[in-house]
């Protein structure tokens, strides 16, 4: 039973570059949400997609945007790069319907996608 | 909005001493996630708690549900070196969008 896998694990990109990421989700899980992390702080939510269309957002700009497949694998878009980027994306799955008792809304994380901004 | 405290950030301990670190909110949550970090690794869920003053256990691993809802703690009995690593707490918000604190990242001298 596959985890949730990250592509790539590291990227380098220079100010004003775009670039995607790419995350395919636990097996059974249907919802997929995006995190950034700096460098010693904890995970900040981007957004999150089911059935194909973003749910929630966090506080980050329309440079960031994403896309949900039917498979429910998913990719982060990231339009014209600044430094400030430069994180650990996280993706996480989960499984939206059902109770807390049943596992329901517990995220699991894939590796991540280091992105340095040059 | 709504969010999670964690404090300090940093803790260092002996290794065979007890830790305990606490995660706190001004709101009552419906309830709330622990996940640890180790370091160059990505967050991995330990436990959620759901019920007003509900304790469970992992191993030396114990984390309570404050009464109120309000706050919640882990306690490690007894650390060891591969203890070592960053414990988040995450509440769950308005359609299930979870919300992270800051962490705390234990280190466990030999």
């Known amino acids: 039973d596959a985890g949730v896998t990250q592509s790539p694990t590291h990227l380098i990109k220079t100010r004003g570059q775009q670039v995607t990421l790419r995350c395919s989700p636990k097996?059974?899980?249907?919802?997929v949400s995006w995190y950034q992390q700096a460098l010693g702080q904890g995970p900040q939510f981007i957004f999150q997609y089911y059935e194909e269309e973003e749910r929630q957002r966090g506080n980050f700009p329309d440079r960031f945007s994403g896309h949900q497949f039917p498979n429910y694998s998913s990719e982060l878009n990231v339009n014209a790069l600044l430094l400030g980027d430069s994180a650990l994306y996280l993706c996480a799955s989960s499984l939206r319907t059902g109770t807390f008792h049943s596992g329901a809304n517990v995220l699991t994380f894939g590796a991540g996608s280091r992105l340095t901004v040059l | 909005g709504q969010q999670v405290m964690q404090i300090p950030q940093y803790q260092h301990v002996q290794e065979g001493e007890d830790f305990t670190t606490y995660c706190n909110s001004s709101t009552t949550l419906s309830n709330i996630q622990w996940y640890k970090q180790r370091p160059g690794g990505h967050p991995v869920f330990l436990i959620q708690l759901v019920k007003s003053g509900e304790v469970k256990k992992q191993k030396r691993l114990t984390f309570q549900f404050g009464e109120a809802k309000k706050n919640s703690s882990l306690h490690i009995t007894a650390t060891q070196t591969t203890d070592v690593g960053t414990y988040f707490c995450?509440?769950?918000?308005?359609?299930?969008?979870?919300?992270f604190g800051k962490g705390i990242t234990l280190s466990v001298r030999p």
């Open positions: 097996s059974g899980h249907d919802t």
């Open positions: 995450a509440m769950t918000g308005a359609n299930s969008k979870l919300t």
